[in-house]
């Protein structure tokens, strides 16, 4: 049975069980640089996102489209920022 201890692999210990890490932190360049999380979502928007995604996932969809309005934050934050230092020099 793959679960039995044997002695090419056997049962850890509490204090092992504690030290044991992430395979992303110990391993960096394996790392999906992506956290698990728990998430509320409208019913419609779930559905939306679901029928839109295809067979791409629909997670993946919903993350692309946070992302782009990140991306969108930060290019009008850097337009004000433009804007503001036109008018202080006119």
């Not at 640089?33 to 939306?48: C, Q």
């Amino acid at each position: 049975m793959a679960d039995t201890p044997d002695d090419d692999s056997p049962e850890l210990k509490a204090a092992q069980m504690a030290e044991l890490r992430p395979l992303g932190e110990m391993l960096p360049a394996l790392s999906t640089a992506k956290t698990r999380i728990t998430i509320m979502l409208d019913d419609t928007v779930l559905e939306a996102y679901k029928a839109r995604a295809g067979g791409r996932g629909y997670q993946t969809l919903i993350n692309e489209t946070l992302r782009r309005g990140l991306e969108a934050d930060a290019v009008k934050e850097a337009l004000r920022q433009v804007i503001r230092e036109e008018l202080h020099t006119a």
